[in-house]
């Protein structure tokens, strides 16, 4: 439906961490969309108990590595780089390896990797930025 990211995900511009939406975030649309479909009627039932959402956790970066979304995402790094097409998925899925190659690739030639930026500037490649 072409929502951006952030309207559930809304820490990611302000820390380190992109955070799992709320129950009440997801049911500002879901009391209308999708509401007959049977992961939106458990949805519901989490809202309505007031019970966390048990999400599984799909992308996780290594806990020796340090990440910050919100650099990140406030240079214009568009979500679908690092996470893909969420949008056409199905079921969310991780689309790319987080390995450190794969952060140094980027950071290394950020131009190949992010076409649509504008002037943008290598990344930090000192093993301090990411291993803390």
């Known amino acids: 439906m072409k929502i951006d990211c952030q309207y559930c995900h809304t820490g990611v511009t302000k820390g380190r961490f992109a955070l799992v939406p709320s129950t009440n975030i997801c049911m500002n649309c879901h009391t209308i969309a999708r509401n007959k479909q049977p992961e939106i009627i458990k949805l519901t ?41 969420i949008a056409d998925m199905e079921v969310v899925a991780q689309m790319k390896g987080w390995t450190m190659t794969a952060c140094l690739n980027c950071h290394r030639n950020p131009q190949e990797y992010l076409p649509y930026l504008e002037n943008v500037n290598n990344g930090p490649t000192n093993c301090a930025a990411c291993h803390r």
């Open 45 to 85: 039932k989490y809202y309505e108990e007031e019970t966390p959402i048990p999400w599984k956790r799909i992308h996780k970066i290594p806990q020796y590595a340090y990440f910050n979304h919100s650099v990140h995402v406030n240079k214009g790094m568009k979500c679908e780089t690092c996470h893909g097409n």
